[in-house]
């Protein structure tokens, strides 16, 4: 059973960065495609950057693009989000999906069998 793990969130002022990471336990990650998904205060759970099983297709939010880069490091059994210019409305609870194969339906929630706890990012003056 693959269990994701989350980790690197933080507060952060306004123009920082931070990067976030999800490894897993349980099964490797390197067979999975990875989704970010993020929920702010009061908001619906959104996608915000997906990555496919070689790493050589991704995805990103029109609300994130420009500003973050996913990568993945199959070698460690790791994905992550660096995350730059973080801007207040980036706050929020940061979650890592995974998926058994890739779609253009990326951004349905439904469509990923396993999830993590999720990391805090909070990005205040």
């Known amino acids: 059973q693959l269990q994701l793990v989350e980790s690197g969130g933080g507060s952060v002022q306004p123009g920082g960065s931070l990067t976030l990471s999800c490894t897993a336990s349980?099964?490797?990650?390197?067979?999975?495609?990875i989704t970010w998904f993020r929920q702010g205060p009061g908001k619906k759970r959104e996608a915000i950057s997906n990555i496919n099983v070689s790493g050589g297709m991704r995805n990103y939010a029109d609300s994130v693009k420009g500003r973050v880069l996913i990568s993945r490091d199959n070698a460690n059994n790791a994905v992550y989000l660096q995350m730059d210019a973080l801007k207040p409305e980036d706050t929020g609870v940061y979650y890592c999906a995974a998926a058994s194969f890739y779609s253009s339906a990326w951004a349905i929630e439904g469509f990923y069998s396993y999830w993590g706890q999720g990391t805090q990012v909070t990005v205040s003056s």
């Open positions: 349980g099964s490797t990650l390197n067979s999975y495609v």
